[in-house]
């Protein structure tokens, strides 16, 4: 990765905290070397302050840039390095009350410990002094940061002066805090899509050997009778089974395929039963052949239990399925008789499967604010309505439900 650059070539502030977000890039040697360009940069910017804003000579504003750099850096150190760390392994977050004064007054102790210093070394700083609020005659002295008046007039000034590297180093760790946040939803939401997918996969095996033995008796039975319906049960059959085994693999299929699978399906378990039971399949289409996208087998459970748990009624028994493809959205009703149980046990039948609870997580992750899907057990029918979103640049079209 390379950090963003402005047309005139020079690096910006956002692309540079972009680059030492990511942990695998952010080693050692990128923070010596970020730490280093930090001070570096603010230093020269307060040297030309000096020396270009206040006419004071070259080496009097390195003196008091490199003053502040120092001051700065310790106090930085302290306490991004030494104290917060020690305060939150301790939970005493609250003691940064405490040492943000004994901070203050060790920026105040170093910083005047250069102009003592200069004074030892004989290095003419007395034209300063009217810059700093002092008489010409003034001496300095360490004694005087330990004064409440001068450490009451000074703390802004140092307040200040520690400003840019504080905000700087704060803006770094929220933005890799939050960087870091994202890569752990994000990989929490692809362990929660894998687990997903291994539950899909239960969900075709599931398929497979009690559907597929019914429908061997079923068709063996036609075979024997020699009736003309045994063709076509085999390629329906073949086309099942070639879909959950072969083309369901993927997060998305063809809307096509997947309403070809719906209609085999219906085909085999209405041979199943006699002509009396009404079980029908519309599938209404604004678009015929439009090239819609759509998960897999979100609608099979719905269908398996509506044949697992209908069709038993003493009144009339049905199983009734009706798809619109319109306005760019996929509807889906299934309604089937219900026997006369309580209503929370058909519930718990209907809703406490591995397959049901799958099909909600997969609705949900695969499309947040993009499906409704709503259940009703009244007077004897089960019925339950699943809106999906098939606009792919569509943002929030439902609300989870």
Do not use: C
């Not at 901070?103 to 105040?108: A, E, G, M, Q, Y």
């Not at 959950?244 to 693999?249: D, K, Q, R």
């Not at 949900?364 to 999906?388: C, Q, R």
């Amino acid at each position: 990765m390379s950090f963003s650059k402005k047309e005139n070539g020079f690096l910006t502030f956002a692309g540079f905290i972009n680059f030492i977000k990511h942990k695998e890039q952010y080693n050692a040697g990128i923070r010596i070397l970020s730490h280093v360009l930090m001070w570096l940069s603010f230093t020269l910017l307060l040297f030309f302050d000096y020396y270009l804003a206040l006419n004071i000579s070259f080496g009097q504003s390195m003196f008091l840039a490199v003053r502040v750099l120092v001051s700065s850096a310790v106090v930085f150190y302290l306490f991004f390095y030494g104290f917060l760390p020690y305060a939150k392994k301790s939970n005493n977050l609250w003691t940064i009350i405490i040492v943000a004064p004994l901070l203050i007054l060790t920026w105040l102790f170093i910083n005047n410990s250069f102009y003592v210093a200069a004074v030892y070394l004989n290095y003419d700083i007395s034209n300063l002094y009217p810059i700093m609020g002092k008489d010409k005659n003034y001496r300095p002295n360490l004694m005087e940061v330990f004064k409440l008046k001068f450490i009451i007039l000074n703390t802004l000034s140092v307040i200040y002066s520690l400003s840019p590297f504080f905000f700087t180093k704060i803006i770094v760790d929220v933005t890799r805090l939050n960087e870091a946040k994202l890569r752990i939803q994000k990989q929490k939401s692809d362990l929660e899509i894998n687990n997903i997918n291994i539950e899909k996969d239960f969900l075709k095996a599931q398929l497979n050997p009690h559907f597929l033995f019914n429908t061997l008796n079923n068709l063996y039975a036609l075979t024997v009778k020699k009736d003309d319906k045994a063709p076509e049960i085999v390629l329906n059959l073949s086309d099942i089974m070639a879909y959950t085994l072969y083309e369901s693999n993927t997060e998305k299929v063809s809307l096509q395929k997947e309403l070809e699978f719906i209609s085999n399906y219906f085909a085999l378990e209405r041979m199943r039963y006699p002509e009396g039971k009404h079980i029908t399949l519309t599938v209404n289409e604004q678009h015929p052949g439009k090239d819609y996208q759509i998960a897999p087998l979100l609608t099979f459970v719905f269908i398996e239990n509506a044949f697992k748990y209908g069709l038993k009624s003493t009144k009339e028994q049905f199983v009734s399925v009706i798809i619109d493809i319109r306005d760019d959205a996929f509807f889906f009703i299934i309604e089937n008789d219900t026997e006369n149980t309580n209503i929370s046990d058909r519930s718990n039948k209907y809703f406490g499967g591995i397959g049901l609870l799958n099909a909600k997580k997969r609705l949900f992750l695969l499309y947040p604010n993009k499906h409704e899907l709503s259940v009703e057990d009244k007077n004897g029918v089960y019925k339950v309505s699943l809106n999906i979103s098939l606009n792919e640049q569509s943002t929030t079209l439902y609300s989870d439900r």
